[in-house]
């Protein structure tokens, strides 16, 4: 944290809220958004680098979305949205050089 910054505000339920002023409240909302940017880069990195693995595969999923789905609790839709956005190069070519072996045999 750096010195100018205020520490990740109370949960949104917790009483406090409406007693904090406008600058601290202000400052929560950059510091937490801040946080969430970070956060969502290292995810971003983590589904990129288990599709570029194929840890799926190695773990006994049938494929990143199955993995995801089971790993985050989250929907097929999800997973398949953050692997689209973590690794757009990575799903295009393995479909390029699915295709290509598919022509070829």
């Given at each position: 944290?750096?010195?100018?910054?205020?520490?990740?505000?109370?949960?949104?339920?917790?009483?406090?809220?409406?007693?904090?002023?406008?600058?601290?409240?202000?400052?929560?909302?950059?510091?937490?958004?801040?946080?969430?940017?970070?956060?969502?880069?290292?995810?971003r990195?983590?589904?990129?680098?288990?599709?570029?693995?194929?840890?799926?595969?190695?773990?006994?999923?049938?494929?990143?979305?199955?993995?995801?789905?089971?790993?985050?609790?989250?929907?097929?839709?999800?997973?398949?949205?953050?692997?689209?956005?973590?690794?757009?190069?990575?799903?295009?070519?393995?479909?390029?050089?699915?295709?290509a072996?598919?022509?070829?045999?």
């Open positions: 944290m750096t010195k100018n910054s205020t520490p990740l505000a109370p949960a949104a339920r917790t009483p406090g809220w409406p007693e904090l002023a406008d600058v601290d409240l202000l400052r929560a909302l950059v510091e937490t958004e801040r946080h969430r940017k970070r956060l969502d880069a290292a995810m990195a983590a589904v990129a680098e288990a599709e570029r693995r194929g840890l799926a595969a190695d773990t006994g999923y049938r494929d990143t979305v199955e993995l995801l789905t089971d790993l985050l609790r989250i929907s097929a839709h999800e997973a398949r949205r953050r692997i689209d956005y973590a690794a757009p190069q990575a799903r295009s070519r393995s479909r390029k050089a699915w295709r072996l598919a022509a070829a045999s």
